[in-house]
């Protein structure tokens, strides 16, 4: 009985497809001036390509070792698919976080939302900008959702931990606090990206996923 609960995993495992590089949903240059296109170009098509890349990598070599009940190699690959598999997971959400028709403010349930859960909207601006501006590092700073409290929540992670797989809360919007997000056009003034960023954040697909994760 063992035996035959583990044949569909691993036929799942084995014939499952290779993670790809999605396609950003806007030309490189369509979030300028806030975000150039040499920074969108770079962060796209080398360290999310990489992250793709590597976690690709890390998943065969994890097939191996499971085929292989080689328990050891198992483990030791957890940081690597950690690591790789947060960046792939955090930056296909934070392309769609954004847009060339973003900024302003939320509507609808998720503004009500927002005002209960953080009083207003200025506050919960105010709020994930200092969490993200006092990310140690490199990280993200996060609004997410907690479905067993039935609230909002701001978190912030180190290095590419993926939000959901760390914390439990259900990712909304991120931002990217690593240097290669915005070091080519704002140094090291992490706080200056943070206040243009809100200018192309993407409320239509913010909202949608608070909408979905309410479901």
Request: glycine content about 8%.
């Amino acid at each position: 009985r063992s035996n035959a609960k583990l044949v569909a995993p691993l036929g799942c495992l084995i014939s499952r497809q290779k993670h790809t590089l999605p396609d950003l949903p806007y030309d490189y240059a369509a979030l300028e001036p806030h975000i150039n296109a040499e920074i969108m170009q770079l962060h796209h098509s080398k360290h999310h390509a990489t992250y793709v890349n590597n976690l690709n990598v890390a998943e065969e070599k994890y097939k191996e070792a499971l085929a292989k009940g080689d328990v050891t190699t198992q483990v030791s690959l957890q940081p690597a698919l950690k690591f790789n598999g947060g960046g792939h997971i955090n930056h296909t959400i934070f392309w769609t976080n954004l847009s060339p028709n973003g900024g302003g403010e939320p509507k609808g349930e998720l503004m009500e939302a927002i005002k209960r859960d953080f009083g207003s909207f200025a506050n919960f601006k105010e709020k994930l900008t200092a969490v993200s501006v006092g990310v140690q590092g490199s990280g993200w700073g996060w609004l997410g959702y907690n479905k067993e409290q039935g609230r909002l929540q701001i978190a912030a992670c180190a290095n590419q931990d993926p939000l959901q797989g760390t914390t439990g809360l259900i990712p909304l919007l991120g931002i990217d606090v690593w240097e290669h997000a915005y070091y080519l056009q704002y140094k090291n003034v992490r706080p200056d990206y943070l206040k243009a960023i809100w200018n192309v954040i993407n409320w239509e697909n913010v909202s949608s996923r608070y909408a979905t994760c309410k479901k």
